[in-house]
C-alpha cells in the first residue's frame, strides 16, 4: 500500500481519498439501507407471528366445533334424531342395543338445577358478605379461602364426596347404595360456589355508592340496603356469576362420575344415575362401533348445551355493561 | 338504639334473619374448604411414604409407587407451557398492540371466552380424536400435552392481556418516539412491564394443568412407566397425578393411595395459590 502510495502524484492521492470516502459513504448507506429492509422485514415477520397467535384461539373453536359436529352426527343419523334424543332406554351392548339418551340429558338438567338451588344462595350470600359487610382483614382470609375452593381439582372433590357424602347419603336416607343423584348435586353445589362468589362480589363492588348512600340517607338500614338496593342494581352481574356455574355443573365429569353411581336410570333424587358427561367418560375407554360413535353423539349435545350458556352469558355480560 | 326500637317488628326481623344469614353462608364456605382440607391431610399424608414417593409401581412386587405419575405431571407442565406461553402471549399482544380492526379483536375475545366455557372431557374427546388419532400421536403425554395446549391459552391471554393494558401508553409514546419499532418496543418495554402477569397467568395454568384428570384420561392416558429418554416419555401413555388418582381410587378401590395423592394436590394447590396471589400483588404494586 506504502508503495503504491509513493509511486502516485500527490492529486491521486487526494483523489483516491475522496474516493474512498465517497465508497464508504456508499457502503455505509447501503448497510443502512439493508439493515432498515432487515429491520422492516423484522418487523413485517413479528406482525405476522403475533397475527398467527391471535388467530390461534378461533382455530381452535373451530377445530373442536368441527370434530365434535362431524363425529357425532354419524351415529344420530343412524339411530334417528327423535329415538336418539328422547328415547328412555340406554343399553349400549345389549344383544339388541337401544341408545336413547333422554335419561342421561334429564339427569344433567336437574343435577345442574339442583346444584343452582344450593350454590346460588350461600354463593350469593358470601359475596355479599365480601363485598359489604366483612371488615377488610377478615375479607382478607374468606377471599383466599374461596380462591383455594376453586383451585382443588375434580377427583379430589370426588374422592371425598365418595368417601364422605355416599356413606352418609346411606345412613341419613336408608339406601343400599349411597351413589345417587343427591349426593351429585351437593358435590356440584360446592364446586360451582366459588365461580358464583367471585363473579357476584365483583358486580356487587360495582354499583354506584351514591345508590346506596342515597337509600341509607332515606332511612334504610345497612342490610336493607344491601338486599333492596345493591343486590338489583348488581342483577345482571349476579346472573353471569349464575349463568358460568350452570356451565361448570353441567360440564363437570369426574368428580360426578365418582359419587353418582352411573346406571342409566331417570332421574330420580336417591337413585344412580349417569349424566352427559359421566356416559360419555364411563365407556368411552371400551366402546367401538356405533356405540363409539353414539358416545360422540352425546358429547355433541352436551356441546350445543355448553354453547347455549356461553352464548347466554355474552349476552348478559354485553347487557350489563350496556345498562351500565 | 332510640331508632331500632321506633322500626316495625317486621323490618327488625328481616333485619337480622339476612344479617345471620349472611354470616352463615361465609362461615359455611369457610368451614367448608377448613374440613375439605383438614379431612384430606388427615387421611392422606400419614400414607405419603418414602416407597410411594420414589419408586414405580410394580406387580411383583405388589407395592405402589406413584413417582412416575409425579415426573409425567412435571413434564406435560413443563412440555404445555413452552409451547402455550409463546402462543397465549403472542395473541395477548396482537390484540392489545397490533389489532386494530375492532371487528376481529371482538371475534378473538369470543372465542377465548368460548374456549374458556368448553368443559374438559370435551377437549378429551377432540384430543383423543385429532392429536392422538388424526396426527397419529398415539395416547401419549404428547397428545396429552398438545391437547392442555388448547385448553390453557384463554387463561394465559386473559391475564396477559390484562397486564398489558396496565402498561401506561406513556411508555409506548417513549419508545417510539425515540425511534424504536414496533417489535423492538415490544420485546424492551412491553413484555418486561407485564411480567408479572404472564407470571400469574403461568402460575393459574400450572394450577389447571395439575388438577385436570378428564382432558387427560383419553389423550395422555394412564401409563406409569418410567422411561430413560425424552423422546420415549412422551411418546408413551402416562397418567399425571391427578390421573393416578381416579385410577387407583375408581379402578382399583386404594383408598389410602388415593388420599395420598390427594394430600399431595393439595398442597400443590397451596403452593400455586400463594404463588399466584404473591405475582399478583407485585403486578399491583407497580401499576
Known amino acids: 500500500m506504502d508503495m503504491e502510495q509513493v509511486k502516485k502524484p500527490l492529486g491521486g492521492t487526494v483523489l483516491?481519498?475522496?474516493?474512498?470516502?465517497?465508497?464508504?459513504?456508499?457502503?455505509?448507506?447501503?448497510?443502512?439501507?439493508?439493515?432498515?429492509?432487515?429491520?422492516?422485514?423484522?418487523?413485517?415477520?413479528?406482525?405476522?407471528?403475533?397475527?398467527?397467535?391471535?388467530?390461534?384461539?378461533?382455530?381452535?373453536?373451530?377445530?373442536?366445533?368441527?370434530?365434535?359436529?362431524?363425529?357425532?352426527?354419524?351415529?344420530?343419523?343412524?339411530?334417528?334424531?327423535?329415538?336418539?334424543l328422547f328415547g328412555t332406554q340406554w343399553a349400549s351392548t345389549a344383544a339388541e342395543p337401544k341408545f336413547g339418551i333422554l335419561p342421561f340429558i334429564l339427569t344433567s338438567v336437574w343435577g345442574t338445577l339442583g346444584a343452582i338451588l344450593i350454590g346460588v344462595p350461600v354463593g350469593l350470600l358470601t359475596a355479599v358478605f365480601l363485598a359489604?359487610?366483612?371488615?377488610?382483614?377478615?375479607?382478607?382470609?374468606?377471599?383466599?379461602?374461596?380462591?383455594?375452593?376453586?383451585?382443588?381439582?375434580?377427583?379430589?372433590?370426588?374422592?371425598?364426596?365418595?368417601?364422605?357424602?355416599?356413606?352418609?347419603?346411606?345412613?341419613?336416607?336408608?339406601?343400599?347404595?349411597?351413589?345417587?343423584?343427591?349426593?351429585?348435586?351437593?358435590?356440584?353445589?360446592?364446586?360451582?360456589?366459588?365461580?358464583?362468589i367471585s363473579v357476584s362480589e365483583t358486580a356487587l363492588r360495582a354499583v354506584p355508592r351514591e345508590y346506596e348512600e342515597a337509600s341509607l340517607a332515606l332511612g334504610a338500614t345497612k342490610i336493607e340496603t344491601i338486599f333492596k338496593v345493591?343486590?338489583?342494581?348488581?342483577?345482571?352481574?349476579?346472573?353471569?356469576?349464575?349463568?358460568?356455574?350452570?356451565?361448570?355443573?353441567?360440564?363437570?365429569?369426574?368428580?360426578?362420575?365418582?359419587?353418582?353411581?352411573?346406571?342409566?336410570?331417570?332421574?330420580?333424587?336417591?337413585?344412580?344415575?349417569?349424566?352427559?358427561?359421566t356416559a360419555v367418560a364411563k365407556e368411552m375407554s371400551?366402546?367401538?362401533?356405533?356405540?363409539?360413535?353414539?358416545?360422540?353423539?352425546i358429547a355433541l349435545v352436551l356441546f350445543i348445551f355448553i354453547m347455549i350458556i356461553n352464548a347466554l352469558l355474552n349476552f348478559v355480560l354485553k347487557k350489563g355493561d350496556k345498562h351500565d | 338504639m332510640i331508632e331500632t326500637e321506633k322500626r316495625s317488628l317486621k323490618r327488625r326481623v328481616y333485619e337480622s334473619v339476612f344479617k345471620t344469614l349472611v354470616y352463615a353462608s361465609a362461615l359455611l364456605t369457610v368451614a367448608l374448604l377448613v374440613v375439605l382440607i383438614g379431612y384430606v391431610f388427615v387421611?392422606?399424608?400419614?400414607?405419603?411414604?418414602?416407597?410411594?414417593?420414589f419408586t414405580a409401581p410394580s406387580a411383583i412386587k405388589d407395592t405402589i409407587g406413584i413417582l412416575p405419575n409425579i415426573l409425567n405431571t412435571l413434564y406435560i407442565i413443563i412440555f404445555t407451557l413452552i409451547i402455550a406461553l409463546p402462543i397465549g402471549v403472542g395473541a395477548a399482544v396482537?390484540?392489545?398492540?397490533?389489532?386494530?380492526?375492532?371487528?376481529?379483536?371482538?371475534?378473538?375475545?369470543?372465542?377465548?371466552?368460548?374456549?374458556?366455557?368448553?368443559?374438559?372431557?370435551?377437549?378429551?374427546?377432540?384430543?383423543?380424536?385429532?392429536?392422538?388419532q388424526m396426527l397419529g400421536f398415539k395416547t401419549s403425554l404428547l397428545s396429552g400435552g398438545c391437547t392442555l395446549v388448547i385448553m390453557i391459552l384463554p387463561t394465559i391471554i386473559r391475564t396477559t392481556q390484562e397486564s398489558l393494558k396496565t402498561v401506561p401508553a406513556s411508555y409506548r409514546e417513549g419508545a417510539l418516539g425515540l425511534g424504536a419499532t414496533k417489535w423492538y418496543m415490544i420485546r424492551t418495554i412491553i413484555l418486561p412491564s407485564s411480567l408479572n402477569g404472564i407470571v400469574t397467568g403461568c402460575i393459574l395454568s400450572i394450577g389447571r394443568i395439575v388438577g385436570e384428570s378428564a382432558a387427560l384420561l383419553f389423550t395422555a392416558g394412564v401409563g406409569t412407566v418410567v422411561s430413560g429418554s425424552i423422546i420415549r416419555t412422551f411418546s408413551r401413555s402416562g397418567g399425571t397425578l391427578s390421573v393416578a388418582l381416579y385410577m387407583y381410587v375408581s379402578e382399583r378401590g386404594e383408598f389410602d393411595v388415593g388420599f395420598a395423592i390427594a394430600a399431595i394436590l393439595m398442597i400443590l394447590v397451596l403452593i400455586i395459590n400463594g404463588g399466584a396471589k404473591l405475582a399478583g400483588k407485585k403486578l399491583k404494586n407497580k401499576a
Open chain 1, 16 to 84: 483516491q481519498t475522496a474516493h474512498e470516502t465517497q465508497e464508504k459513504v456508499n457502503n455505509e448507506a447501503t448497510t443502512r439501507s439493508m439493515r432498515k429492509i432487515l429491520r422492516d422485514g423484522v418487523e413485517k415477520v413479528m406482525n405476522g407471528v403475533f397475527f398467527a397467535c391471535g388467530m390461534m384461539a378461533i382455530m381452535a373453536v373451530l377445530l373442536i366445533t368441527g370434530y365434535m359436529v362431524v363425529a357425532g352426527l354419524p351415529a344420530i343419523g343412524e339411530i334417528g334424531v327423535t329415538e336418539f
Open chain 2, 43 to 53: 387421611r392422606g399424608i400419614p400414607h405419603i411414604t418414602a416407597q410411594l414417593l
Open chain 1, 286 to 297: 371400551y366402546a367401538s362401533g356405533l356405540q363409539r360413535q353414539a358416545l360422540f353423539s
Open chain 2, 94 to 132: 396482537y390484540l392489545t398492540e397490533y389489532a386494530t380492526n375492532r371487528r376481529l379483536i371482538s371475534v378473538v375475545e369470543f372465542a377465548t371466552e368460548t374456549l374458556a366455557g368448553i368443559p374438559s372431557i370435551i377437549y378429551g374427546l377432540v384430543g383423543m380424536l385429532f392429536f392422538a
Open chain 1, 132 to 196: 359489604k359487610v366483612a371488615s377488610p382483614e377478615v375479607a382478607a382470609v374468606v377471599r383466599p379461602a374461596v380462591e383455594l375452593l376453586a383451585g382443588i381439582p375434580s377427583v379430589v372433590y370426588g374422592l371425598i364426596g365418595m368417601m364422605v357424602l355416599v356413606p352418609a347419603m346411606m345412613d341419613i336416607f336408608n339406601l343400599n347404595n349411597g351413589t345417587c343423584l343427591l349426593a351429585a348435586i351437593l358435590v356440584l353445589a360446592i364446586m360451582i360456589l366459588p365461580s358464583i
Open chain 1, 230 to 277: 345493591s343486590i338489583p342494581a348488581a342483577k345482571s352481574g349476579i346472573v353471569a356469576g349464575v349463568v358460568l356455574g350452570v356451565g361448570r355443573a353441567i360440564g363437570e365429569a369426574m368428580a360426578v362420575m365418582m359419587v353418582a353411581g352411573n346406571v342409566a336410570n331417570m332421574p330420580g333424587l336417591f337413585k344412580s344415575v349417569t349424566f352427559l358427561t
